[in-house]
């Protein structure tokens, strides 16, 4: 557990997110790196990959999330350390789940994986690519 998780929060406050370790970056890009239709982009200030505009995996703090279908989830929760991805505690995101250290220790199996992440994303309705803001012109 990481002491993000463990700190108390306010409702409704959002917690402080600590970087990613640098090594983590560095698999999380080696891992998409022959995924020629992922479109790497931010989420919360971490990596992440989308296929459509959907997103199937993500850094986030110094763990690693996958969006699979529902078969496939219910396959990846029963191996060891498998659990549903919480970006905020009592918060799970539905589709994701966190990748255990096991596995992101195994490229081979982590590859395995995202795989089928990506396969499932691709199924998936094409999301709009999220608007521009606008920034103020400057005086």
């Known amino acids: ?53 959907q997103m199937f995996i993500g850094v986030f703090q110094d763990r690693l999330m996958l969006r699979l279908s529902e078969a496939d989830r219910a396959k990846f929760l029963k191996l060891p350390g498998a659990k549903p991805f919480e970006a905020m505690p009592g918060r799970v995101m539905k589709e994701y789940v966190e990748i255990p250290p096991e596995i992101v220790a195994s490229e081979a199996k982590l590859k395995q994986w995202v795989k089928r992440g990506l396969a499932y994303a691709q199924t998936l309705p094409p999301k709009a690519k999220p608007a521009r803001r606008k920034t103020a012109a400057k005086k």
């Open 1 to 53: 557990m990481t002491a993000n998780a463990k700190a108390k929060s306010k409702p409704g406050k959002m917690p402080k997110f600590t970087p990613a370790p640098e090594a983590l970056v560095n698999q999380f890009d080696r891992i998409i790196e022959g995924m020629l239709e992922a479109e790497r982009r931010k989420m919360f200030g971490y990596p992440c990959a989308f296929v459509n505009g």
